[in-house]
């Protein structure tokens, strides 16, 4: 079973940055499709960024522009870099296979203050 350890979530003003980074155990996450998913308060948990094992990138189109998944697969690690951050995209940040498979870990909280 491979374990998710997020980190790097925070308060941050309208307009800041955040860097989350997402540890995986298990060599078998260098060969998953990962995923950023975030759960905000009272709302399903959307996918908001995936990246291939090749580094292919996707977004959904509230954060298009303004994040960027990478990932770095010797550590067994994603990161999200987080841009002119908005109020609307405080949420629960976690990481996980894209279609989900494990189990979630704890999560990252971001929060956006106006």
């Known amino acids: 079973q491979v374990q998710l350890v997020e980190s790097g979530g925070g308060l941050v003003q309208a307009g800041g940055s955040l860097r989350l980074s997402c540890a995986a155990s298990?060599?078998?996450?260098?060969?998953?499709?990962m995923g950023w998913y975030r759960q905000a308060p009272g709302k399903e948990r959307e996918l908001v960024a995936t990246i291939t094992s090749d580094h292919t990138t996707n977004y959904s189109d509230s954060v298009k522009g303004r994040f960027t998944i990478s990932r770095d697969n010797a550590k067994s690690i994603i990161y999200l870099q987080m841009n002119n951050l908005k109020p609307d995209d405080t949420a629960v940040y976690s990481c996980?296979?894209?279609?989900?498979?494990?189990?979630w870990g704890q999560g990252t909280q971001v929060t956006v203050s106006s």
């Open positions: 298990g060599s078998i996450f260098r060969f998953s499709t």
């Open positions: 996980n296979r894209v279609p989900v498979l494990w189990r």
